[in-house]
């Protein structure tokens, strides 16, 4: 398991997956201390607010994760980057190969960079659709050893892998693990899930999870709930 000091309240990241501005900060306020770690991605992005929201939630004091998944060549990469410097972002990822990575890792400044490794709602017909002659797993540890190699602070991965990348490269990248659904999952496109607690135990620092709060009934419990688990598996 993760034995970075991180408070067990930031593990749980909230993806705010929502359609505007006004529904996010209403899911924001509606979640109180149950969440304080949001990950703003491409669907607020396209409101045209998205900045706006960005600078509220960092006003509030909430840890912001940009997902933007950026994958351009490397000088517009670092560019785009560099435009994120110094507004109290906390995660940025990239979505790209060393030279991308490489270019965002030196524009950082005060920023974390996570790598994805691949995404967790593609399996291994997937993988060989887009072309690749390798099995998940060993594509996840290969892009998780370069993107250490590259000096990037963490990774993105499915809990299902997080166990081997921890086991080679220890607790010198953040994992940061996405797919989050309480049983095998049949109702998304989310492929490779694991529980929350599973993803813990594989060695996740950080959990990202956004259908089953932002589509729960009630939100607010439904983090609470992750957040109970995440207590007992972290006590102070
Ligand atoms: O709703 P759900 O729990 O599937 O949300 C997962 C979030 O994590 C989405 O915002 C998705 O874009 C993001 N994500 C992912 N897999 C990655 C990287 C990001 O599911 N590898």
Redesign the pocket.
Known sequence: MSGKSIPARERLIL???VPTIDAAKTLVESLGDACCFY?V???LLMTGQYFELVDWLVRRGNSVFT?L?LFDVPNTVGSAVRQLVGRGITFV?V?GNDGMIEAACRAKGDLKILA??????LDEGDIRDLGFQTDVSSLVLSRARRALEIGCDGV???GREAAAIRAELGDRLLV?T????PVANLA???KRTVSVEEAFRLGADYI????????APDPREAAERIQATIRSLFPD
């Open positions: 993806a705010l997956d990950k991605g491409l669907e997902d998944k990822m979505h994805v490794t691949v995404l967790t709602s993105i991965s499915s940061v996405p797919g989050i659904r998304d496109d989310q990202v999870v956004g259908r089953p709060i932002h589509g």
